[in-house]
């Protein structure tokens, strides 16, 4: 059990202005390897409804970024703004480009541009 443990990759999602308020706790918790930011949900959180682009938002996870690579963690986020994948990825060590409904609805939209 031990050695399987020790190959676990443990990934979490924070996506509230709670959860980034506690993030240099959640950081400590031993046995989390990275933190992955939920933009949407993080953008209504801290006001901007359906803006995950919203500058404010955009600094948020940039700040937010930094402070888990900080800690040693891996960062990430869904990169779903073109903005975004140009201004925060290099700070990112995880992106995702599209979220899970892309894979039930094919017909939702085209996968974004160049990452």
Avoid: W
Wanted: glycine letters at 12%.
């Amino acid at each position: 059990m031990a050695e399987a443990n020790d190959e676990l990759c443990l990934l979490i999602q924070v996506e509230s202005r709670t959860a980034l308020e506690n993030l240099d706790a959640i950081l400590e918790v031993d046995g989390i390897d990275g933190v992955f930011i939920g933009p949407a949900d993080l953008s209504a959180s801290l006001g901007y409804p359906d803006d995950a682009g919203h500058p404010d938002v955009q600094r948020v996870i940039e700040q937010s970024i930094r402070r888990i690579r900080a800690a040693g963690k891996a960062a990430g986020f869904l990169a779903v703004d073109p903005a975004m994948r140009k201004n925060v990825l290099p700070g990112g060590q995880l992106c995702r480009r599209r979220g899970g409904y892309h894979a039930v609805y094919p017909g939702a939209g085209p996968p974004a541009g160049d990452v």
